[in-house]
């Protein structure tokens, strides 16, 4: 059966006969053309279109004001050469048929084209069967349309039977089995607005026209569509039921059919029913071959319970699904970069992607509470929201506050509430609990309606207390908030209790899931319960047979603690992870030495299972994430920090997942483990110089993937612990990282008092290439505060030191002799700047130095375009390739916080040559940037240079003006740039003036003079 048609006010419409005759008029270029298609108006008579209504004998007068609908719409039909046959079963011929007199009925309905069934509180036998006659001529036929419709003016509960209630509520589940959406009404009115509604669109898309007798009926289906691509292995398995969720599944189908509509987020505490939601979903559109979509990806982030853990990743996610998507090549080291190429990759055809517990990556409740802590992911999503050929489905515990700017245009934030007291009802007496209608009220009532916790109610209540409704009462109150699946937790807490009384074995398994963040495969499960037992933990599960397991799985997973397996031979567990997560906290808390034995055994497995003993890639590494998250909650930190991160991960010095794989997210999630506290209080466990050093590599990995601010908080630590120790060599480089760092933020005295500071501590540490380096990271922040004469100063200073102790080496090179030069170019000195970097890039390139490489051409490409701008030559080739090379090396370098150098100076040249859409690409990419790590300087030059960029279009002719503003296109008039100038201006001024960053303002006075 085909799913309907979603427009708001679309009820029970079928739409994929809809579809197929839009697309055999439209694309079809052999047989079916326009020219095959007769217009009825030209036709002598008006053609009968058959429609049947179906009702029960309690809405007789709903069926007589459906005939006075009838009569007046055909007044207007009958203009365009149609006409409505009505047909009613009490209409038909009370005449002793071959079979019975229902087969009369179920014929006439076969013979018809649209079929409306009312119903309101019932759904008796002959109009179940009529309905199954409707649906299976729909099936071979693609007719009748089908529409249900059911009244729900309020009535008393009480004065109907179970059988009655019950029948209704089996009919509109089997109508969700089945893809169809029914719409509810009020008043007749309602009915007639939609009903109506629906035809005229039958109408208009020629659902009634006729096809000539020679020609192949357009019901005949084109060739068949291969089958789409699909993965869906990384979804957490659900229950099957899915009770009160129409409005939401209408809504699913509408946006997937919407073009308008790229993006879906679903937003709801955990055990709200989301994921669960998401499969069913799926199962529709699988039974139909997803509706048109090529390609079906999904990817759950897993950790979903309610707490922060602060370190999750989505390199793992990238990785997976660059290959899956057919990327070949290497993948850019850039996060923008990244997410904007899988965009791409993504939009090439039809796709439904699936992000399933989004939440693990967006910021805890706070300042930035919903913000996507990865870069790469932010800016995948936000290129799908503006350009997507499908549809982005997310799930999440939080909004994703990166997508407002796009919210209600092209993404739709829905907030998934707790279950209607009618839908939590029915949940309930799926578990056959005994009890009045009202008791089960107050229970979905006490329970919020909270689905998760309504299923374990209901599977407790009928295998502990044989069903009564009742005894929900002897249910203890844990003191844990509802967004913390409060409710769900006391009936977990009950089941506890209950397996312990009765020395269950189901009882370790469930501690057994506690150990997990993500299903737990089989060869862990087998891990845990090898010989010998843990004590307190697997005892009971030692001498269980085969058999006794298997049944120990089948009862836990038909109470809803464990999830029923995907596939039927698959071994691995899964549960809810709020059911991990509370039985997790439950073993940890009350058998703390078999929670650390547990979590041994799972680091020996994890660090063992590799064939590599140096995986190559990220998901090959995998394993040895495991491995360091169970060997710290074992508290092995020090053995899996040199173990597996130092000697397997990183490898040593050669630091392979940064430099190598680009992972920034992935070692910054596997460091993250070595904290007790995020980012300031690495693990107690750990010998000094190894808490030195992870405090060292949070620091620079938080910097590297643009979470600057978090950043400065294990730097300072780091900086305190090194001061502490006197250690100056190290203090030197902290403060002087800190006060780089201060300088993107856009607090520019920081930055200068962190400066001093580095100073200070390279001089105590008689380190010459500190004592070099930390003058020239002191100058370049006076210099940005607007001091040129004594950065100067500075700069020439620790050029001095260096040459006295590197005589070979004139010239400061590296980020110092990059810093230089720019000094050097804001005095206009071109030819000195062109001198050096060629000179310094030299010894760069013999060491491979990319970051160095790429520093020195953009400093010979500035040089160059300024020159030729001072000296109004008109050839700017040579300027534009190292400009453009300067570009890309930044990018591989990964160095993020960088990269807006590059971009503005290619947009500046760009902007020259009146290459507008590339200045404007650029500016954008670096507004991206700046914006996720709050990097007010480069925030206050992108201002600066769309200003001057704006300057040059609207010194063109013309009144119309193509702008590019978060990857959106825009046209705007010559009064609207304007505006857009002073903007910016003001916009550039202000910030100067909050960061204190002076070295722009005579550039915002040029600009606003």
């Known amino acids: 059966m085909a799913y309907l048609k979603k427009e708001k006010d679309l009820g029970g419409l079928i739409n994929a006969i809809v579809r197929n005759l839009r697309g055999l008029k439209e694309k079809t270029h052999s047989k079916f053309t326009h020219s095959t298609f007769k217009i009825h108006s030209t036709l002598s008579s008006p053609t009968p279109i058959r429609l049947f209504l179906a009702s029960s004998s309690e809405l007789e007068a709903d069926r007589r004001e459906f005939e006075v609908f009838v009569r007046r719409k055909n007044k207007e039909l009958v203009k365009k050469g149609l006409y409505l046959d009505l047909e009613i079963w009490e209409d038909a011929l009370d005449y002793m048929s071959q079979t019975r007199l229902q087969e009369r009925y179920n014929d006439m309905v076969r013979d018809c084209d649209v079929f409306v069934m009312l119903f309101f509180t019932k759904v008796g036998e002959f109009t179940m069967e009529e309905f199954e006659a409707a649906f299976q001529s729909f099936r071979a036929n693609q007719k009748p349309i089908i529409y249900t419709f059911f009244k729900t003016t309020p009535v008393s509960l009480e004065e109907q039977s179970f059988e009655t209630i019950k029948s209704l509520f089996d009919f509109k589940e089997k109508l969700n089995e089945l893809g169809h959406f029914y719409t509810r009404y009020d008043t007749f009115s309602d009915l007639q607005v939609h009903l109506s509604g629906q035809l005229n669109k039958l109408q208009d898309i020629g659902f009634f026209d006729e096809t000539p007798d020679d020609e192949t009926p357009p019901s005949v289906a084109p060739d068949a569509a291969p089958a789409p691509r699909v993965y869906l292995n990384r979804l957490p398995v659900t229950g099957a039921d899915v009770f009160g969720r129409e409005k939401e599944l209408q809504l699913l189908f509408?946006?997937?059919?919407?073009?308008?509509?790229?993006?879906?987020?679903?937003?709801?505490?955990?055990?709200?029913?989301?994921?669960?939601?998401?499969?069913?979903?799926?199962?529709?559109?699988?039974?139909?071959?997803?509706?048109?979509?090529?390609?079906?990806?999904?990817?759950?982030?897993?950790?979903?319970?309610?707490?922060?853990?602060?370190?999750?990743?989505?390199?793992?996610?990238?990785?997976?699904?660059?290959?899956?998507?057919?990327?070949?090549?290497?993948?850019?080291?850039?996060?923008?970069?990244?997410?904007?190429?899988?965009?791409?990759?993504?939009?090439?055809?039809?796709?439904?992607?699936?992000?399933?517990?989004?939440?693990?990556?967006?910021?805890?409740?706070?300042?930035?509470?919903?913000?996507?802590?990865?870069?790469?992911?932010?800016?995948?999503?936000?290129?799908?929201?503006?350009?997507?050929?499908?549809?982005?489905?997310?799930?999440?515990?939080?909004?994703?506050?990166?997508l407002k700017s796009t919210d209600t245009k092209t993404t739709h934030s829905h907030p998934l509430e707790n279950l209607s007291t009618e839908a939590g009802v029915m949940i309930l007496r799926n578990y056959q609990l005994k009890g009045p209608e009202s008791a089960l009220e107050a229970a979905v009532t006490e329970y919020d309606g909270h689905a998760l916790a309504l299923n374990l109610l209901g599977s407790y209540l009928q295998v502990v207390y044989q069903g009564d409704i009742h005894q929900r009462d002897r249910i203890s109150a844990l003191n844990k908030e509802q967004e913390a699946g409060g409710h769900a937790r006391n009936v977990m807490a009950s089941y506890e209790h209950w397996f312990a009384q009765h020395d269950r074995s189901e009882l370790d398994i469930l501690y057994l899931m506690g150990l997990f963040d993500r299903p737990a495969e089989q060869g862990a499960i087998d891990a845990l319960t090898a010989a010998p037992p843990i004590p307190g933990l697997t005892d009971r599960l030692e001498d269980l047979s085969f058999e006794d397991w298997q049944y120990a799985l089948h009862h836990l997973r038909e109470l809803n603690l464990l999830a029923k397996p995907e596939q039927e031979a698959s071994a691995d567990l899964d549960c809810h992870p709020l059911i991990r997560e509370h039985f997790g906290e439950m073993l940890q808390t009350h058998k703390p030495e078999a929670w650390k034995e547990a979590h041994t055994r799972l680091y020996e497995y994890y660090k063992n299972k590799p064939d590599k003993d140096l995986p190559d890639t990220i998901l090959e590494m995998e394993p040895l994430f495991a491995a360091v998250t169970h060997g710290c909650l074992a508290g092995k930190h020090q053995e899996a920090f040199v173990e597996v991160y130092w000697e397997r991960i990183r490898r040593k010095g050669e630091a392979y997942t940064v430099k190598k794989l680009g992972a920034f997210g992935a070692d910054l999630a596997c460091v993250a483990h070595f904290f007790e506290k995020l980012w300031d209080r690495p693990a107690a466990e750990l010998s000094a110089n190894f808490r030195a050093g992870a405090l060292s590599w949070a620091g620079f990995r938080l910097r590297a993937v643009g979470r600057l601010k978090e950043a400065m908080q294990p730097m300072k630590a780091g900086m305190e612990m090194y001061i502490n120790d006197e250690e100056w060599k190290f203090s030197a480089m902290t403060a002087s990282n800190l006060s780089e760092l201060s300088l993107t933020l856009g607090e520019v005295n920081a930055g200068l008092a962190y400066g001093e500071k580095a100073v200070g501590f390279a001089d105590q540490s008689e380190d010459g290439f500190h004592m070099e380096s930390k003058r020239a990271a002191y100058a370049d922040a006076l210099f940005q505060a607007g001091d040129l004469a004594k950065a100067e100063q500075l700069f020439g200073e620790a050029e001095a030191m260096q040459k006295k102790r590197q005589p070979e080496c004139p010239y400061l090179y590296g980020l110092s002799g990059f810093q230089y030069c720019e000094v050097l170019l804001d005095k206009g000195a071109y030819q000195e700047v062109l001198k050096r970097a060629k000179e310094t890039i030299q010894i760069a390139e013999r060491h491979n130095w990319l970051l160095d490489i790429a520093l020195d051409k953009l400093s010979i490409g500035k040089a160059l375009f300024l020159q030729a701008l001072n000296t109004g030559a008109d050839d700017l080739s040579a300027a534009k390739v190292y400009l453009y090379q300067a570009v890309e090396g930044l990018r591989e370098a990964g160095t993020q916080h960088r990269l807006p150098w590059g971009l503005l100076a290619r947009a500046a040249l760009s902007r020259h040559e009146h290459a507008f859409s590339q200045a404007w690409e650029d500016l954008d990419e670096v507004l991206e940037i700046a914006s996720y790590g709050g990097m007010r300087l480069h925030l206050t030059d992108y201002h600066l240079e769309v200003a001057r960029l704006v300057q040059a279009q609207l010194a063109g002719a013309g009144d119309a003006f193509e702008v590019l503003v978060e990857a959106e296109g825009k046209t705007l008039s010559r009064e609207e740039m304007e505006a857009q100038f002073w903007a910016h201006v003001a916009a550039a001024k202000a910030l100067v003036e909050e960061t204190g960053y002076f070295r722009r303002m005579e550039e915002v006075q040029s600009l606003s003079g």
């Open 254 to 402: 509408h946006a997937w059919e919407n073009p308008q509509t790229n993006v879906l987020s679903f937003i709801a505490w955990g055990g709200v029913g989301k994921s669960a939601l998401v499969n069913r979903w799926l199962t529709m559109m699988a039974q139909h071959g997803y509706h048109g979509a090529r390609r079906v990806y999904a990817w759950s982030f897993y950790s979903q319970g309610t707490q922060d853990r602060g370190h999750a990743s989505a390199d793992s996610f990238f990785d997976d699904a660059f290959r899956w998507f057919g990327h070949t090549g290497d993948v850019p080291k850039s996060p923008t970069e990244k997410g904007r190429l899988l965009a791409d990759l993504i939009a090439k055809e039809k796709t439904l992607l699936i992000l399933d517990g989004l939440e693990p990556l967006q910021h805890p409740p706070g300042v930035m509470h919903g913000q996507l802590k990865d870069q790469a992911l932010m800016a995948l999503l936000k290129k799908l929201a503006r350009l997507n050929n499908g549809l982005c489905l997310i799930t999440s515990r939080a909004t994703v506050t990166d």
